[in-house]
């Protein structure tokens, strides 16, 4: 397959979100739709599917099998699909794996599994469960999914270097929940495995991440206001700290309407329920264990897309 390096995911890439119809089924013409909104060439670098923002979990292995080629049909211009693999332990690991693969994915990013936490993300058991990743598919693109250091998820500096340094490993997707660890993070990986790409994913504080330096954005966010990111991370570029702060005025009503309620797990379904207000999808309900917004917060939602409008978000 072909390797991808890091200089293909530099930009923004969308984590995309599934609609559900009104029986809970997926809804595919509401995620063509979401596509057609927020995955073209123009808005994202890479696309990335069957992670948190696309309930990954809730679903079955064929209904992520299908999101996954659906949405390769529609990234077929030579930018790479991402593909997101959440297991309990490394035989889950290894299929999911296979099944990505089987459905075009570029690149897996590998959420950590569950026995990671309890203090194993500061011992040597992450390196060591990449390595077996890597062992077993010795050609494939890794990213690791770095989750805040709060949750007990997310891999401490050295072991997060330690992973980064190993040679099919591409990308981290740096979530690390405070600036502090964002910039221990980058500075170690950037010492120990330069080329790796260090995709900004703390979803409140993006102007803080892309200020201090980042390779690309992935975000859910991407999946409704494509436009407003891409601004973004176009004035990081340009090393231009006056259009930075503008894009990010004009980013910040959405990240608080998104990110600040409680509890942060609904953020999904406000990105979706930012969707239904700017006309591309029809419903923002979840499947459960997530709960639909309150009629309040829905209402406060679609003013705050309303106002912005489709043709800017």
């Not at 309890?118 to 077996?132: C, D, I, L, M, S």
């Not at 892309?210 to 991407?222: E, H, K, T, W």
């Not at 980013?251 to 930012?274: C, F, N, W």
């Amino acid at each position: 397959m072909t390797r991808v390096t890091s200089a293909a995911l530099r930009g923004v890439t969308v984590a995309t979100t599934v609609p559900f119809t009104g029986d809970g089924s997926i809804d595919w013409k509401g995620y063509e739709a979401t596509l057609e909104h927020c995955a073209r060439a123009e808005q994202a670098a890479c696309v990335f599917v069957n992670g948190h923002a696309g309930e990954a979990t809730a679903m079955t292995a064929s209904e992520r099998a299908e999101v996954l080629r659906v949405t390769r049909a529609f990234v077929a211009d030579g930018r790479p699909l991402m593909a997101g693999v959440v297991p309990t332990g490394l035989p889950q690991a290894l299929s999911q794996i296979e099944a990505a693969l089987e459905g075009g994915a570029d690149v897996v990013t590998i959420f950590p599994p569950e026995a990671i936490a309890g203090g194993n993300a500061a011992t040597q058991a992450g390196p060591r469960f990449f390595e077996a990743l890597q062992k077993e598919f010795p050609q494939v693109p890794l990213s690791v999914f770095q989750f805040p250091v709060a949750s007990g998820f997310g891999f401490s500096t050295p072991m997060l270097a330690e992973i980064a340094a190993i040679d099919t490993v591409v990308a981290i997707k740096e979530g690390s929940g405070t600036i502090l660890a964002y910039e221990e993070n980058v500075r170690a990986v950037k010492a120990k495995a330069p080329d790796v790409a260090i995709l900004a994913s703390n979803f409140n504080w993006f102007f803080a991440q892309v200020a201090f330096g980042a390779d690309g954005i992935l975000s859910g966010l991407a999946s409704v206001a494509p436009r407003l990111l891409n601004r973004l991370w176009a004035a990081s570029e340009a090393q231009d700290l006056a259009a930075m702060r503008a894009a990010y005025d004009a980013l910040y009503p959405v990240v608080q309407s998104i990110y600040h309620p409680a509890p942060v797990v609904d953020m999904h379904t406000r990105i979706k329920e930012g969707l239904v207000a700017l006309g591309v999808i029809d419903r923002s309900t979840p499947r459960l264990p997530l709960l639909p917004v309150t009629p309040e917060l829905a209402a406060q939602l679609r003013e705050v897309f309303t106002t912005i409008g489709r043709d800017n978000a």
